[in-house]
Structures are given as structure tokens and as C-alpha cells.
């Protein structure tokens, strides 16, 4: 097994893994509450702040602790929705009658092209402006990508000819898709979810930017990014930092999507 694992997977474990350390020492210790805007209004790096302050006067630090919490959260969450979701709704195109397999691959068609931030605003105006709105928006665009997928691969299994004879033995269809469906179809889900947790953490970022993630004090990347463009050229950090974060967690997830889509199809490795 230690020899399948590539370079670029390792490099993807150790990016994700070092985010995922960054926001469990979130929950248990922050050099300063979130909410603290003693330190004084963009202070530089350097003293009890260790990489500044932003325009209210918090610890930016503090900020980013809290906002691999909430990119982290959001993303796994809206993996998990979209993916019980998806996986559910592909199962039941794959085994449904033809007229019910048009109408969810219809319906299915128009929520992809449904851009995912105005489906957010939409929820949002149901809702309000928060983690689980963040977390039920994306989930729910991710999970007819997640649905299609799922039920072109449900498909494929149906015409092998070992699905005909287990049928032909007396094998029930719910022991047909956990026995033979299921495991046929994971790992390449898998893959694909793996990669819809980088464009969550994204189009979580995104919407934060545009003052619809988790309203504060939860400290998204993306609204601080947002929040620091005004003074880009004068605290530089307040932008970059966020950002170089973002670019972290997300190029990691890529990295450990890709590893798991070799370790899914080895052949794809040898024929590098």
C-alpha cells in the first residue's frame, strides 16, 4: 500500500492535515477572542500579535484560526449533504422506468445550471445568513453533480452480465445495491466528492465575500479577504494571508482527490 501512495498525495495529506490542525487548535485555544478589537486598528505584525491586526482592531491571527474552522465545516458538511443527497437521487434514476429517469435527469440538468450563488441567495432570503445556510446551499448544488454521476455508474453496473445472474439466483434488489452496486460505484464517488470539497471551501469563500456566509464574528477567508481589499497597499497582510490559505487547503484537497483516483484505478498510475 506504502508504495502506491504518489509524492503529490503525501504533499496533499500534509496541506489538508496542517489546515485540519490549525482549526482543531481553534476550538481549544485562540490567542485572543474573536471578538476582541483591543489591539488596536491595523496594527502591524509583530508583539502580542503576531501577523497584525485588521481595521477593527482584531487579532488577524485569531481570525484565520477561526476561519479554518468555518472553511473546513462548510466544506465537509456540504460534502456530506451533498453526497447523501446525490448518491441517494442517482441510485433511484438508475433503477427507476424510463419516464421517471428523463424527469430526475431533467431536473437534475437545470439545478447544475443553476448558478450556485444565486441558489444561495435563495436560500439565504428563505433562511438568513449563516453556517447551515452556507452548508444546505452548497450542498444542494453539489448534489446534482454527485446525482449524475452517480447514476451513470449505477447504470453501468445494471448491464453486467453478474447482475443478471444474481437476480436469475433469487438475489432481492436491496442486496444487489449494497452487495454488487454499492461497492462498484464508491470508489469513484469518493473521488468525486473529494473534489467537491475543494470548490466548497470555494464557493464558501465566495459567498462570504459577498456577505453571505456566516455572518460575524465568524471570521470566513472570504470575508476577510472583503474586508481587507480597501487596505491592501497599506496592511498587506490582511489580504494576503487569507488568501494563501484559501489556496492551501484547496490545492491539498486536489492533490488528495487525485491520490485517491489513483489508488481507485491503479493503471491510471503505471500509464503516467
Known amino acids: 500500500m506504502r508504495s502506491r501512495l504518489s509524492p503529490t498525495f503525501l504533499i496533499g495529506c500534509a496541506l489538508v492535515g496542517a489546515v485540519?490542525?490549525?482549526?482543531?487548535?481553534?476550538?481549544?485555544?485562540?490567542?485572543?477572542?474573536?471578538?476582541?478589537?483591543?489591539?488596536?486598528r491595523l496594527a502591524p505584525p509583530g508583539g502580542d500579535h503576531?501577523?497584525?491586526?485588521?481595521?477593527?482592531?482584531?487579532?488577524?491571527?485569531?481570525?484565520?484560526?477561526?476561519?479554518?474552522?468555518?472553511?473546513?465545516?462548510?466544506?465537509?458538511?456540504?460534502?456530506?449533504?451533498?453526497?447523501?443527497?446525490?448518491?441517494?437521487?442517482?441510485?433511484?434514476?438508475?433503477?427507476?422506468?424510463?419516464?421517471?429517469?428523463?424527469?430526475?435527469?431533467?431536473?437534475?440538468?437545470?439545478?447544475?445550471?443553476?448558478?450556485?450563488?444565486?441558489?444561495?441567495?435563495?436560500?439565504?432570503?428563505?433562511?438568513?445568513?449563516?453556517?447551515?445556510?452556507?452548508?444546505?446551499?452548497?450542498?444542494?448544488?453539489?448534489?446534482?453533480?454527485?446525482a449524475r454521476l452517480t447514476r451513470v455508474l449505477v447504470k453501468r453496473v445494471l448491464a453486467q452480465d453478474y447482475i443478471t445472474a444474481a437476480r436469475t439466483s433469487g438475489t432481492s434488489w436491496p442486496r444487489v445495491v449494497t452487495e454488487h452496486v454499492m461497492p462498484n460505484i464508491w470508489p469513484t464517488v469518493l473521488v468525486n466528492l473529494a473534489l467537491q470539497l475543494g470548490l466548497a471551501v470555494l464557493a464558501e469563500a465566495s459567498l462570504s465575500y459577498l456577505g453571505l456566509g456566516p455572518p460575524p464574528p465568524n471570521a470566513s477567508w472570504g470575508r476577510l479577504l472583503q474586508e481587507a481589499q480597501a487596505t491592501v497597499l497599506t496592511a498587506p497582510v490582511g489580504a494576503i494571508a487569507p488568501g494563501v490559505l484559501l489556496v492551501v487547503l484547496v490545492v491539498g484537497v486536489n492533490l488528495v482527490a487525485d491520490g485517491f483516483r489513483d489508488l481507485a484505478d491503479p493503471t491510471r498510475r503505471r500509464t503516467r
Open 50 to 146: 503576531l501577523l497584525g491586526t485588521d481595521k477593527l482592531g482584531r487579532d488577524l491571527l485569531t481570525q484565520l484560526m477561526v476561519g479554518a474552522r468555518i472553511a473546513l465545516t462548510v466544506g465537509v458538511g456540504s460534502v456530506v449533504v451533498g453526497g447523501v443527497l446525490g448518491v441517494m437521487a442517482g441510485l433511484i434514476a438508475g433503477f427507476a422506468t424510463r419516464w421517471l429517469d428523463d424527469a430526475i435527469s431533467a431536473f437534475l440538468d437545470i439545478l447544475i445550471a443553476f448558478p450556485t450563488l444565486l441558489l444561495a441567495m435563495l436560500v439565504v432570503a428563505v433562511r438568513e445568513a449563516s453556517l447551515a445556510s452556507a452548508i444546505l446551499a452548497i450542498g444542494l448544488a453539489m448534489s446534482a453533480v454527485v
Open 20 to 40: 485540519l490542525a490549525v482549526a482543531v487548535v481553534s476550538l481549544l485555544w485562540l490567542p485572543f477572542e474573536p471578538s476582541d478589537t483591543s489591539g488596536g
